[in-house]
Every structure is written in structure tokens, then in C-alpha cells.
Nanobody, 124 residues
Framework: QVQLVESGGGLVQAGGSLRLSCAAS????????MAWFRQAPGKERELVAT???????NYPDSVKGRFTISRDNAKNTVYLQMNNLKPEDTAVYYC??????????????????WGQGTQVTVSS
């Protein structure tokens, strides 16, 4: 079956960096648009970054210039490099997969598969 397994979360001070990884199995990784979402307590899940099967990426303004999404199709893995972290970045971060999806797919309902999430906490 399809599995998306996130790792790399943790506690970091404001201004610090973290790199999240999402290892995928059970799917043809190379034809999926991959994304990272996050959900803070009491808030809706929101898109953080997307990357198409061809490597094009898209970000909301809230993280543009600080976060970078990348993928290694040989390893079936997608990454999220997060720099200059802020306390408002604190959330559970989820990896998601969208079959032949658009890099501009921003809705939760666009994504068929989800990981279990990894906690990122940024202290001030």
C-alpha cells in the first residue's frame, strides 16, 4: 500500500533551520506532484510548498524565500528545507501526493495520499 513517512521535525530556535524528508513507497513517485502542508493548533491545514514531477515549485507568500522544496525521484523522497524559521511556523507538517497534479494545486482535496505528520516547534 502507499506510505508517506515524514521525518526531520523537532525543536529549533527562531532564525534556525530544519530539513524535513518524506519517503514514499507503494506508488509511482515520479508522476506525482508532491506537497508539504502544515497545521497549527486550532487552525486549518495550509499549503506550504508544492513540486511537480518535472521539478517546478510553488510557494505561498508566507514562506517564499525561506522554504525550499526539492525531490529526488531516484530515492522516492521529497524534502523541505526551512530557513529563518519563525515561531509562527510552529505546526505539524504533512507530506502529500497528487497523481499527475498541477504544481498550483493548493486544496487539501487535490491530494490522494498523506503522511502521518512531523512536529516542528520554533521557540522565540
Amino acid at each position: 500500500q502507499v506510505q508517506l513517512v515524514e521525518s526531520g521535525g523537532g525543536l529549533v530556535q527562531a532564525g534556525g533551520s530544519l530539513r524535513l524528508s518524506c519517503a514514499a513507497s507503494g506508488l509511482a513517485f515520479g508522476v506525482y506532484t508532491m506537497a508539504w502542508f502544515r497545521q497549527a493548533p486550532g487552525k486549518e491545514r495550509e499549503l506550504v510548498a508544492t513540486i511537480s514531477k518535472g521539478g517546478s515549485s510553488n510557494y505561498p507568500d508566507s514562506v517564499k524565500g525561506r522554504f525550499t522544496i526539492s525531490r529526488d525521484n531516484a530515492k522516492n523522497t521529497v524534502y523541505l528545507q526551512m530557513n529563518n524559521l519563525k515561531p509562527e511556523d510552529t505546526a505539524v507538517y504533512y507530506c502529500a501526493a497528487n497523481y499527475y497534479g498541477s504544481v498550483y494545486a493548493t486544496s487539501i482535496s487535490d491530494y490522494e495520499y498523506w503522511g502521518q505528520g512531523t512536529q516542528v516547534t520554533v521557540s522565540s
